[in-house]
């Protein structure tokens, strides 16, 4: 009999791919979205498929899945900046009572759970590369406190079910990610240079620029979470791609790979925008076997050819989310 897997955010950048691959390696796939962030054109092509089954539901409020389940992978939450300013309680709830819904449901069914938490768990590290010893520096009531506390509660809530009910967790802790599927205006910061290339408009930096980040390719983040979820290791692990970068060196890849004459602007730097990020992937490379294979240049490419493809609407469409009518009264 096919393995059972529940992926909440399955119609998000990430949680889309995931279905692909869980698809692809023979399981029964079960997607939950209520589509705030998410878009069903990302998994439109799995809605044919008899071992792909789709729940339209908000899983802050109780979650209902009949018959048994084998694993969870916990992927729903708004992930970028300027989501957390539009929806910020649905950002808060979605990792706090969502979780605590998901982690019921696995302990109801007695389902391994994978639960994806970040990089900004770490906050503006003073540590750097990032261990996963290091306890972070976040401002808890800055605009990201809204993401940043509701992650760092479900690795809490997460190792909570894991020592009092025995529960069998995962942690990923997940660094920038990009590639195909990610939303074009969802402020971060690679759909922002390459909307804006095609555009033909500016591209902004926030800040002098001098600010690192540390892209990993989509298709190495899941293998790495599909080696997380076999493994027997229930701390949190660093999954990304440790090859750093400044974001103006980044402007710059990206006028060269879209070919263009972009000039690039500067604009005030977010609040609490961390200095620098980089994982240590040290944990993952042990205890995982994994390691990113895709180089940014091979990753971009095949980015920038997604992008490119979307309709000319869709491009200049600067509102690609159905936000409005779920802001929380
Ligand atoms: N950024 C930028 N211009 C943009 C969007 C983002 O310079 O149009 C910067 C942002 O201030 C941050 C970095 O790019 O320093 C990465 O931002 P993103 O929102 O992608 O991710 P995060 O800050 O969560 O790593």
């Given at each position: 009999m096919s393995k059972r897997i529940l992926i909440t955010g399955a119609a998000g950048f990430l949680g889309s791919h995931l279905c692909d691959r869980y698809i692809n390696e023979g399981f029964d796939v079960l997607g939950m979205d209520n589509l705030i962030t998410g878009r069903l054109e990302n998994i439109q092509?799995?809605?044919?498929?008899?071992n792909f089954t789709f729940y339209n539901h908000d899983v802050t409020k109780y979650i209902h899945i009949p018959g048994h389940l084998d694993y969870i992978l916990h992927f729903a939450s708004p992930a970028s900046p300027i989501d957390y300013l539009k929806i910020p309680i649905q950002t808060l709830k979605v990792s706090s009572l969502g979780t605590h819904n998901v982690l019921g449901l696995a302990k109801a069914k007695n389902a391994r759970i994978l639960i994806a938490s970040t990089?900004?768990?770490?906050?503006?590290?003073?540590?750097?590369?990032?261990?996963?010893d290091y306890w972070g520096n976040v401002n808890p009531i800055g605009p990201r406190g809204v993401y940043d506390e509701a992650k760092r509660f479900q690795e809490a809530l997460t190792m909570a079910y894991n020592r009092f009910h025995k529960l069998e967790t995962r942690i990923v802790r997940i660094f920038n990610t990009y590639g195909p599927r990610m939303r074009l205006n969802d402020g971060r910061v690679l759909p922002a240079f390459i909307g804006q290339a095609l555009r033909g408009e500016d591209l902004t930096i926030f800040g002098d620029g001098s600010q690192t980040r540390s892209f990993c390719y989509v298709d190495d983040l899941v293998e790495g979470i599909y080696r997380l979820l076999l493994s027997s290791y229930d701390l949190p692990i660093n999954i990304g791609n440790p090859d750093e970068i400044t974001i103006k060196q980044f402007a710059e890849e990206i006028i060269k790979l879209t070919n263009t004459n972009q000039k690039i602007i500067y604009e005030p730097l977010p609040?609490?925008?961390?200095m620098q990020r980089k994982p240590d992937i040290t944990k993952a490379i042990e205890i995982l076997g994994w390691k990113p294979k895709v180089s940014r240049e091979e990753g971009l490419k095949i980015t920038y050819e997604y992008f490119k493809s979307l309709s000319k609407d869709e491009l200049f469409?600067?509102?690609?989310?159905?936000f409005e009518k779920y802001i929380i009264k």
């Open positions: 092509h799995l809605f044919s498929l008899e990089s900004e768990i770490y906050g503006d590290p003073l540590v750097h590369p990032q261990t996963e609040i609490d925008d961390p469409n600067k509102e690609h989310n159905n």
